[in-house]
């Protein structure tokens, strides 16, 4: 159960250090220091889920408090389990003031060790006797979750398995957490007795948080709007615009219980911020419920200035239930008259095929007369830079339905392709294999040398050209990303074998530091791109490092999208009637294969419907309920939340490991597809949900205008 906790410690370092104030009367309020000892500073630890004592003595550090003091002369024997239960003089008695305001200082119940940072780290649980390690076989996902939110460290993005050998772990906690996930605190998860499941592994549990901690909007004329600030892990900081669009602004506007985004405008239209500008740029697809679940890259950003900070105005609408929100989104964007540009099949949202949303339909660009100044305007208007190759003959494949444009001739400084001179809307003499397609400077990718694409030298695609990686201050780590963004299992070196030789071409980034709690390679942050970026600059003589991929690394729990990034959002349902029900499949590495039904439940049902635009699950189905599928296993075990929006997006071992059969194929009801309406954005044709959608969309925009209006025309009529 979760406590309503009526104690907090205010202005310290953390939830277990601070001044300490009460709340009554709805008023948080301090406590006055005369009588006040370790018993009852412990009370005060117990309550808080804290652990025990280190200081019961109010820190310097901790400013004044204000307000009431509504405790004096407290007097707890220690064995109780609130302050409020001590003995005092009475709410509000005292011969008191604010300088004598008690403190205490807690060791707290939970800690990371080892990591880079307090917030990620191996799990260190505080039992009374000393800081002990996690068994890792009694920790998971779910209670990874509620370290990182005690540790007010925002989410978990990983949990790993220590390796046995080695790291002195010392003594090991043996109890099993069993959290739900939603708990506020470690120690209010309820734990198995040491006899009901012992310690079966040596190994021990770490884990990663996101650096995302707090998001919020400052100096707009209401709530909604306003410049856009981001806490990382207890400092706020403005963000960079360079990236920042509409879709990103879409789910912070949602996050923030602030309807949908209508503009992203640009400029210091909301002043500008004082403090550090994060260089990291989110790219959210609009379905997520908050920032910290988009993929970010800070991989060679430039250092950016407050004259550039994101920003937005929402709708400002009263909070609207979630489906009704994404559909008076999706009606906004596409609503008649609308239009949109996006590029499809390119691995990457910065390059594909040119594709154009117009009168309800996503329509093809004919190839004819395409050239770099057409390709420029789709990139800049992308926020992807520039073209580097305007590509022709349906080079990412044909599209379907309509070509919308043919003839595109844009002088370059158009800022959308249909303020471009082209036929007609429409017209055309062209074929699907003519379709448009675009690379842009934005578009990255990642490849190792050797033939085997698992070991050799590494290289980064980026402004058109595969560059180099210099080694120079590289940390450890990166090498284990790089193996899972190209799918090469969790293991990942650095052979020591050097070699020194002259630099062939480009050397695109140079001090690439990827920590424990990044879980893509294009988190990691490192200089910027650059030509020539090896430091120092010896331009001839550089050192090269190989990097390998071991495939018997370590097991790691990450977000499966972390190795799959280019086969997102492919999921089929098998064997069932209308594609909405059924063995679940997942495109992966270029097959189709199952997923293993080890801890499938309704929450993984949930994800896969909704990924599957077939509204909410009826239910989550085991041992081939659906008949057993061929081809790999690419899934073993999925954790997913139940918001996430896609299972590539939720935690899940990789069916490398060969525990599961296809006997235990996991499959899927959904309700059916009326409430896919949030993945139909995406989507490449119009259906009759669409439609349904956009009338709902307009009706409601309708009726708020009507509110709006009825409102000021009241207003005036009676002063
Ligand atoms: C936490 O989840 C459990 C079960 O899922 C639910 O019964 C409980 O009400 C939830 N608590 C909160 C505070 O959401
Ligand atoms: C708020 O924005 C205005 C300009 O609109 C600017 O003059 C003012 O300094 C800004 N305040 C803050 C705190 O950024
Ligand atoms: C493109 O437009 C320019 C004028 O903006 C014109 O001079 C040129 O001939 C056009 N090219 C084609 C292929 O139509
Ligand atoms: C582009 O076209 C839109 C209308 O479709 C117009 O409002 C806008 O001013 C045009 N912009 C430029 C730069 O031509
Ligand atoms: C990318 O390429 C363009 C020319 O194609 C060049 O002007 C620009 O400086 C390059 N950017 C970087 C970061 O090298
Ligand atoms: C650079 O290129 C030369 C000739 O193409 C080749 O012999 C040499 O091995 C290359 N050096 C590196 C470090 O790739
Ligand atoms: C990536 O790791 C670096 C180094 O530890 C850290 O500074 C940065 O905040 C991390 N970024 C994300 C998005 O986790």
Redesign the pocket.
């Known amino acids: 159960m979760l406590l309503v906790l009526l104690v907090r410690l205010a202005d310290g370092s953390g939830r277990c250090d601070g001044r300490v104030e009460v709340k009554h009367q709805n008023r948080w309020g301090t406590v006055c220091r005369f009588n006040w000892d370790q018993k009852d500073a412990a009370v005060v630890c117990k309550q808080l889920g804290c652990g025990s004592v280190i200081s019961a003595a109010r820190s310097k550090r901790f400013v004044l408090g204000s307000g009431p003091i509504w405790m004096d002369y407290v007097g707890c024997r220690g064995t109780e389990s609130a302050l409020s239960d001590c003995t005092h003089r009475g709410w509000g008695k005292h011969y008191c003031i604010h300088e004598y305001d008690v403190g205490v200082t807690c060791t707290g119940f939970v800690r990371l060790v080892g990591g880079d940072n307090r917030c990620s780290g191996r799990v260190e649980i505080n039992d009374r006797d000393g800081w002990k390690s996690v068994c890792d076989s009694h920790f998971g996902a779910k209670a990874a979750d509620v370290v990182c939110r005690d540790l007010q460290c925002g989410r978990a993005l990983s949990v790993t398995r220590a390796s046995p050998s080695g790291e002195g772990t010392g003594p090991i906690w043996d109890r099993e957490l069993q959290c739900v996930g939603n708990e506020s605190t470690l120690s209010s998860c309820p734990m198995g007795t040491p006899k009901d499941q012992p310690c079966t592994q040596t190994s021990t549990a770490a884990v990663s948080c996101t650096q995302f901690t707090g998001f919020r909007l400052v100096n707009g004329s209401t709530a909604c709007m306003g410049r856009v600030e981001v806490e990382v892990q207890g400092t706020w900081g403005t963000l960079c615009a360079s990236r920042w669009d509409l879709l990103d602004a879409h789910v912070l506007c949602h996050h923030l219980g602030c309807g949908f985004a209508v503009s992203v405008p640009e400029g210091g239209q909301f002043g500008r911020g004082t403090g550090p500008v994060w260089g990291d740029s989110f790219h959210c697809e609009g379905t997520e419920s908050s920032l910290d679940q988009c993929p970010v890259t800070a991989l060679g950003a430039s250092p950016c200035s407050h004259e550039n900070n994101a920003a937005v105005i929402c709708s400002g609408a009263e909070p609207l239930p979630g489906e009704i929100l994404q559909c008076a989104f999706v009606a906004f964007l596409l609503s008649p008259g609308s239009r949109q540009v996006r590029l499809v099949d390119g691995a990457g949202r910065c390059a594909g095929r040119v594709e154009i949303y117009y009168r309800g339909q996503w329509g093809t660009v004919c190839d004819d007369a395409w050239d770099t100044a057409d390709a420029n305007v789709v990139c800049r208007q992308l926020s992807c830079g520039w073209a580097v190759e305007a590509a022709g003959s349906a080079h990412f494949g044909e599209g379907s339905g309509h070509i919308w444009l043919d003839g595109v001739n844009c002088s370059g400084d158009e800022t959308a392709l249909w303020n471009c001179s082209a036929e007609a809307w429409g017209q055309h003499d062209c074929g699907h294999k003519e379709d448009a397609g675009v690379v842009c400077s934005e578009f990255m990718a990642l490849r190792l040398e050797n033939s085997d694409g698992c070991s050799g030298?590494l290289q980064v695609f980026y402004n058109g050209t595969w560059g180099s990686v210099c080694s120079n201050s590289m940390t450890p780590h990166t090498a284990k990303l790089v193996c899972k963004e190209l799918g090469c299992g969790d293991g990942g070196t650095r052979e020591i074998s050097i070699?020194y030789?002259?630099?062939?071409g480009t050397a695109w980034l140079d001090h690439v530091q990827c920590g424990e709690s990044n879980s893509s390679f294009w988190q990691c942050p490192s200089d910027p791109w650059e030509l020539q970026s090896c430091v120092p600059q010896f331009h001839e003589l550089?050192r090269?490092e190989l990097l390998l991929c071991v495939t018997s690394g370590p097991v790691t729990l990450v977000p499966w999208e972390v190795t799959a990034s280019a086969d997102r959002e492919k999921i089929r349902a098998v064997g069932g009637k209308d594609g909405c029900s059924g063995r679940v499949e997942v495109w992966h590495r270029g097959s189709w294969g199952t997923v293993c039904d080890d801890s499938w439940d309704m929450q993984d049902a949930e994800v896969a419907c909704r990924q599957l635009g077939c509204g909410p699950a009826v239910s989550a189905l085991a041992e081939a309920a659906f008949g057993e599928g061929t081809g790999p296993i690419w899934l073993e075990q999925v954790e997913c939340r139940g918001t996430e929006p896609s299972l590539q997006a939720c935690w899940a071992r990789t069916g490398d490991g060969g525990a599961c059969r296809h006997k235990e194929d996991a499959a899927v009801n959904c309700l059916g597809e009326w409430l896919g309406l949030l993945r139909l954005y995406s989507r490449s044709s119009i259906s009759v949900p669409v439609i349904i959608c956009i009338i709902l969309g307009l009706l409601i925009c309708l009726l708020l205008a009507l509110l709006a209006s009825s409102a000021v025309e009241t207003a005036p009529g009676k002063a």
Do not use: Q
Request: net charge positive.
């Open positions: 030298r070699f030789g002259r630099v062939n550089h090269w």
